[in-house]
Structures are given as structure tokens and as C-alpha cells.
């Protein structure tokens, strides 16, 4: 059987949520999976930084290596840039070659400096009040092909859905930087997939998207589905090592 590259992404994703703490680290780890993926398509090494959007407000929140968070606050700094067009028009913005482009001088001449010379911004939808971008740059002008700046959509409507999943384990209790909260919505999504696994003699990723189709149909938090299956199942609630 033949394994879709968006599935093994998918699979990458979700064993990403799963282990790490804080929406923070999430989005780290995603940034680097983005950068080996489009540095792949594009045949260079391509750095990529991750800006999140809540309200009007736009911050760097991670990077594939520190140079691409260096490079992506300096775009915050500015003000605006690829990246954050990409978020107002909520598609992929890119500029080709940063000493010919007319939009961001400012931002450009830093860039330039920097040894950047093209940038691609690729948005991904949240919800209704938080949005991300995942900010690709590159060493040489005119580095993104048409293909490349498909693919970098792609990833991001894939991971736009785990970056939404993310967000929803990571806030779980109002605390995303909270381990003992993550440890504990880890503990009962990953006893949860092994009950649905069980029913439906399915693998770990099949039992995660039967679980996250549960979450989006119900609209609860997909730690609170798992809760209520472990509870339903088991007749206790799931607790981890920590809480004993």
C-alpha cells in the first residue's frame, strides 16, 4: 500500500502535537518540518519562520533555526512585508528578488543585509480571531518555482489543520505553557487513540483523524472528546504518571 506524502505529513504533524508542551515549541517544530519540505522542492536550503496573528497584532513565534526568527522579527520591526500582506490577503505572497521589488524598500535593504534575497509568506487560517504564516527565505533571488509555491500552500492548508489542533490541546485549562496540563491532555488523546484503534482495527494516524473529525462535528476540544471516551470505556478518568 502506497503512503500519500500528505498523509505522512499528516502523521509527522500529529506525532509533533503529541510530543511537545506549549503551542510554542508546536510551532518550532513545525517550522522545521516546513523548511526541510520546501527546501526539498526548491532545491536549496530554505529557512522558514513562523509570525502568529491574534486581533491586529502580529509576533514571531518561531523559527526552523535562530537566523529565521532573526530574519522574521525583522519584518515585524518594519511592520509590514510579505508575511503579513500574505495574513490580510490570505493567500501566498511572494517577493522574487528583493533588490528589484518596489513594495518594502526598508524592509528589503534589511534583508539584503541579512544575505536574503527572496521571501515567501503562506498563510494558515486558524480560527475566526488568530491566524499564522509560515515565512520561507531564501539566499538567492527568484528561488521559488511555481511548483514550490504550490507545495508550500499545501503544507500550509495541512498544517493549518494541526496548528488549529494545536492550539486547542495547547490552551486546554487556559494554560498553554502549562506541562502538567499538556502531559495530562497527551495521557488521555493518546489512551483514546488506542481505544479507537482497538474498535476499529485501524492504525495510530486513522484513530487520531477519527478522533479530530469527533472534535470538529461535536465542537469540543479534542482533549475533552478523549476524556469522555476514556471515561466511557474504562469508567475512570484518565490521569497520567504525575498525578498519582
Known amino acids: 500500500m502506497t503512503v500519500s506524502p500528505e498523509h505522512e505529513l499528516i502523521v509527522e504533524l500529529q506525532d509533533l502535537i503529541i510530543g511537545t508542551d506549549t503551542v510554542a515549541d508546536f510551532l518550532g517544530g513545525l517550522s522545521a518540518i516546513a523548511s526541510s519540505a520546501i527546501s526539498r522542492s526548491a532545491g536549496a536550503e530554505i529557512e522558514c519562520g513562523v509570525t502568529l496573528k ?94 514550490t509555491i504550490t507545495e508550500a500552500a499545501r503544507f500550509a492548508d495541512v498544517a493549518g489543520r494541526a496548528v488549529r489542533l494545536a492550539v486547542r490541546i495547547g490552551t486546554a485549562e487556559g494554560a498553554a505553557d502549562n506541562l502538567a496540563a499538556a502531559m495530562s491532555s497527551r495521557t488521555a488523546i493518546n489512551l483514546a487513540c488506542g481505544i479507537v484503534m482497538g474498535q476499529n482495527r485501524c492504525s495510530q494516524a486513522e484513530a487520531m483523524e477519527i478522533l479530530i473529525k469527533v472534535s470538529s462535528h461535536r465542537n469540543q476540544k479534542l482533549r475533552d472528546v478523549a476524556e469522555e471516551m476514556v471515561l466511557k470505556v474504562s469508567g475512570e478518568e484518565p490521569a497520567t504518571y504525575f498525578d498519582k
Open 54 to 147: 491574534h486581533g491586529k497584532k502580529t509576533a514571531t513565534v518561531g523559527g526552523s533555526t535562530p537566523r529565521a526568527i532573526h530574519l522574521d522579527k525583522i519584518e515585524q520591526r518594519v511592520g509590514d512585508g510579505p508575511c503579513i500582506l500574505a495574513l490580510k490577503v490570505k493567500k501566498p505572497v511572494l517577493m522574487a528578488d528583493a533588490r528589484t521589488d518596489p513594495r518594502w524598500p526598508g524592509y528589503q535593504k534589511a534583508l539584503m543585509e541579512e544575505g536574503c534575497f527572496s521571501v515567501l509568506g503562506v498563510p494558515m487560517q486558524l480560527n475566526e480571531d488568530a491566524s499564522a504564516a509560515l515565512n520561507f527565505f531564501a539566499p538567492a533571488v527568484n528561488s521559488f518555482s511555481e511548483e
